[in-house]
C-alpha cells in the first residue's frame, strides 16, 4: 500500500505520542529514517509513513523542531526522502545524494533533486574519490544552489581532509559539513580546519565516542581557541539523541555554544531564517558598500544612539548595533509593514538587544526631538514623496551637533544630473546636488560630500553629511 499524505496526517493526528505543535529547540543537521541501523535500508516508498511518524514523534520527546532528513544513493533512496519531507514539511528538510559520476548526469540529477525540494548534498566515501574533478565539479554546483556539502568522513580516504581544505578556501560561499566528526582515528585531521568560517563539525557517531575516552584531551583545541561553536548538533538516528545531548553538554560545559551548536548553526548553513538568508544575500553588497567609511561618516562612537531611516531588511543594522555596543542605542525605521515585520524577525535570530524598530509614516521617521546622534539613509533617499517634512523632523530628531548622512545613487554622466527631479525619482536616482540643496533648505550644515563614493554596475553613489548646528 502507499500511503498518502492524507492518511499519513490522519496516523499522526490518531497518535498519542506525537504533540500536535511543533517543539520550538533543536535542529538536526543528519538523520536517517529508520528505527535503527538495519531498519534503514528497508525504508521505501510504501512504509515511508510510518518512519516519518516514528522519527517526527521522536523529536518531539527529544524537543527537536527541525531535522534534515540524510539519504545514501543507493541505499537510501534520495526520493524517498523527498517523498517523506512532503509528509511533514514543517518538520523534516530533506537532502539528495548524487553519486558524482557518469558526470553527464550527475549535475542534472543534484539539479533535479533542488528543484524537488532537497536543501544540501550529501556526499559518501563510497560514491566519489577526493581527488576526482567531478568531486570538486558538483560541489561547485551546489555552491552555486546554496545549498550545503555534507561529507561522510570517518578515517578514511586520507586525500579527504586535504580536498576539504581546498574547497572550502576555493568557495568561500559555501557551507561544509564534516559527518561523524571525522571518525575516531581521522577526527584530529579535520580539527584544524573547524578554523574556516564555513566548515563544521557534526557530533554523531565518532563525536561521542571520542568525547567518552582518553582522546577527549585532544579537543581542547576547541575550547582553548574557542571553536566550540563550530560544532553543529546531528544524530544520524533518533537512538543516538541522548547520548549525543550528553556528549555535547558535557564538552562545553556551560560555555555559551549550546545555542549555536543546537540551533543556530544549523539555521545558518541551511538558510532557515531571514537572518541567514538575508546575511548570505549581504555579502556581496560588503564589497561596494563601504560601511566602515560610511559609519566613520556618520562619526559614531559607543554608547551613541543613532538611526536607520528607511532600514528595509536591515543590511546596517547589525554594523550600526556593533558600532554603539551595548550602552547605545539603534532605532531602526522603515514604513512597510512586511519590512518591519522582517527586520523584527531579523532582530531577535541576532539577539541584537540595543536595536528599536520604529514605524514610521510617509512624513515623519517618528524620532523624538534630540533623541539621536546620528542618522543615516541609505539607498532609500530617493523614496521620499515627503521629504521637506522628513528632513525638518530628522533635523530636529538628530541632537545639536549630530549628523544625517544620506547615500543614494545617479547613473553615469552629466546630462543624467540635469534631469529633472520628476524624471529621476521615477528611475529609482536623485542628483547629489539636489539632496545637498534639500539638506541645507532644511537646516542641515554640509559638512562632506563624496561624488562618486561608490559605484554599482552603470550607477554612481553619492554620499552627503550634513550636521545640525544649534
Known sequence: MRFTRRHFL???????????????????????????????????????????????????????EKS?????????????????????????????????????????LLKEHHKAGAK??????????????MAERMIYEAVKLRIPVL??????PLSFPGMLEHVASTFSDGQFVVIHFGGVYGFERVLPLARLPNVWLETSTAFTQVVNSPAREKLHFL????????????????????????????????????????????????RLTISARSAENDQGRSTWQKVPEILRAMGIQAGNTVADIGAGDGYFIGSLSRAVGPKGKVYAVDVNESTLKRLRTRIQEDELANVQVIEGAAGDPKL?????????VCDSYHEWKEYPAMLAKTLHAVKPGGRLVIVDMIGRGEERRKQPRSKLIGDHEIAPAMVESEMKEAGFEIGERRDPFTTDGDKDRFLVVGRRSR
Open 368 to 376: 523624538a526631538p534630540a533623541s539621536v546622534d546620528a542618522a543615516l
Open 223 to 270: 575550547k582553548t581557541e574557542k571553536r566550540l561553536n563550530k560544532l553543529v548538533f546531528g544524530s544520524e538516528a533518533p537512538m543516538h539523541y541522548n547520548e549525543v545531548f550528553r556528549a555535547i553538554d558535557g564538552l562545553i560545559d556551560g560555555s555559551g555554544a549550546a545555542d549555536a551548536i543546537y540551533r543556530r548553526n544549523a539555521e545558518r548553513i541551511l
Open 120 to 133: 544540501a548534498l550529501k556526499l559518501q566515501p563510497m560514491q566519489y574519490d577526493p581527488r576526482d574533478p
Open 68 to 108: 534534515l532528513i540524510v539519504p545514501v544513493e543507493p541505499l537510501f533512496p534520495t526520493k524517498v526522502y523527498l517523498e517523506a519531507a512532503k509528509l511533514a514539511p514543517e518538520r523534516l528538510i530533506p537532502a539528495c545524494s548524487v553519486v558524482p559520476r557518469p558526470a553527464n548526469t550527475a549535475v542534472e
Open 10 to 64: 490522519g496516523v499522526m493526528a490518531a497518535a498519542p505520542t506525537a504533540s500536535s505543535q511543533p517543539a520550538r529547540g533543536k535542529i538536526d543537521i543528519h538523520v536517517h529514517l529508520g528505527r535503527d541501523r538495519q531498519d534503514m535500508e528497508r525504508v521505501n516508498s510504501s512504509n515511508v509513513a510510518e518512519h516519518v511518524k516514528y522519527l517526527v514523534a521522536r523529536m518531539d520527546s527529544a524537543g527537536i
Open 151 to 156: 561529507f561522510h568522513f570517518t578515517d578514511t
